[in-house]
């Protein structure tokens, strides 16, 4: 039975927001709650069958940041057909940070929530409407960081998770996810050990001032030798890190994300975001 509450998510300055959806928890430890946030399609409970959804993870540097920071792209995919979901994930604390220093790293602690949501998702498809075979995961910065290692690596599994359900996915989309060559150190929670071909068709955004291009740059080049990879990188010429955040290049990602994943067959018809008026755009990243 899904469990579910109403809330209002309250705009934040600086930077794109959307309207609220409705919060589901999709686990309990002890007294504390993992909620996601759901936005549907308008009219989906007369939809005659299931539809792709799409499941966000927020960033805040694996210890901060909230579930609101992708009610924008939530809503905008909701109006575009998809059951889109924002997800709220057990966050590292400064003290378990300086604990885990080391051979494992404080993300690891992030990783089982995240598995925990999308098998929620996949568990509830019926009641959802959505097709848990055309699941799309992503997420911002530390959020896409953690959208890839669990959606790849088969360990850091919540034992409580019900049996049957995988946390694998059909595409991932990606806002400047923070890898790093330090994440070596921990294999649990370092893409690049956990990068295989057959991985999910991709599309990356960043800036081109970006930090973690460097980390980036490493797992990119192993991924693009796999036969029959499907990878794109749209990058912000000039811009840093989080750029997505703000206009107009939270439209612009969009866009190219709608783009994607109709060529992908999980969205049809055309996107429905204006184009800017400043005449930027995203080009592709050099090979």
Not at 191 to 216: C, R, V, Y
């Amino acid at each position: 039975m899904l469990s579910l509450v109403l809330v209002s998510t309250g705009a934040q300055a600086d930077r794109v927001s959307g309207p609220s959806g409705k919060v589901y928890t999709y686990k309990e430890e002890g007294e504390v709650k993992r909620e996601l946030e759901v936005y549907f399609p308008e009219g989906h409970e007369k939809a005659e069958k299931p539809v792709p959804g799409i499941i966000f993870f927020h960033g805040g540097g694996w210890s901060g940041g909230t579930r609101a920071a992708f009610s924008y792209q939530c809503d905008y995919f909701a109006s575009r057909g998809l059951v889109a979901a924002t997800v709220t994930y057990r966050l590292a604390t400064k003290e378990e940070k300086a604990k885990m220093k080391g051979a494992k790293s404080a993300k690891r602690l992030c990783i089982p929530d995240a598995k925990s949501a999308i098998r929620w998702f996949k568990q509830n498809a019926d009641e959802l409407g959505v097709d848990p075979d055309r699941i799309i995961a992503g997420g911002g910065s530390a959020g896409g960081h953690i959208s890839l290692i669990a959606t790849s690596n088969p360990g850091l599994n919540d034992p409580n998770d019900p049996e049957g359900f995988d946390a694998s996915v059909a595409a991932l989309v990606l806002f400047n996810p923070a890898l790093s060559m330090g994440d070596a150190k921990d294999s649990e929670i370092d893409f690049i050990q956990h990068l295989k071909p057959g991985a999910p068709p991709t599309i990356a955004f960043f800036g081109s001032e970006d930090k973690w291009l460097k980390g980036w740059h490493s797992a990119y080049g192993k991924w693009r030798t796999f036969e029959g990879a499907t990878i794109e990188v749209q990058m912000a010429e000039g811009e840093g890190h989080a750029f997505f955040n703000h206009q107009p290049w939270a439209d612009l990602t969009l866009t190219a994300a709608d783009e994607f994943l109709k060529k992908l067959g999980l969205l049809e018809g055309k996107p429905t975001l204006p184009a800017p008026e400043g005449g930027q755009k995203l080009v592709p990243a050099e090979e």
